[in-house]
């Protein structure tokens, strides 16, 4: 089992970034997904997380701004980040979940500057 995240970096304040997340090694379709970040001296927090019915929903500090979406044709999870701001900064981690399984990808910097 594995879930591998890309697209984190470093940009300025309003930017935009596109996080990847491609599972392999369970059926994909079945599970819950979200992301989740963590900032230094903080704890991991959701971010945004799509139910196994596909209903979506998102922490109140990044409403409007971030998308999350899942391709299962092609095993994959996303989240478009737009509008970032310096507080947006962490790590982010992808997650899988269904009945009592629950996967992690290893973490993709995503560093704001004002």
């Known amino acids: 089992v594995q879930l591998v995240e890309s697209g984190g970096g470093s940009v300025q304040a309003g930017g935009s970034l596109r996080l990847s997340c491609a599972a392999s090694?369970?059926?994909?379709?079945?599970?819950?997904i979200g992301w989740f970040r963590q900032a230094p001296g903080k704890e991991r927090e959701g971010v945004a997380q799509?139910?196994?019915?596909?209903?979506?929903s998102y922490v109140d500090s990044v409403k409007g701004r971030f998308t999350i979406s899942r391709d299962n044709a092609k095993n994959t999870m996303y989240l478009q980040m737009n509008s970032l701001k310096p507080e947006d900064t962490a790590v982010y981690y992808c997650?899988?979940?269904?009945?009592?399984?629950?996967?992690w990808g290893q973490g993709t910097q995503v560093t704001v500057s004002s």
């Open positions: 090694g369970f059926i994909f379709d079945d599970y819950a």
């Open positions: 997650n899988a979940r269904y009945l009592g399984n629950n996967y």
């Open positions: 799509v139910a196994r019915g596909g209903s979506t």
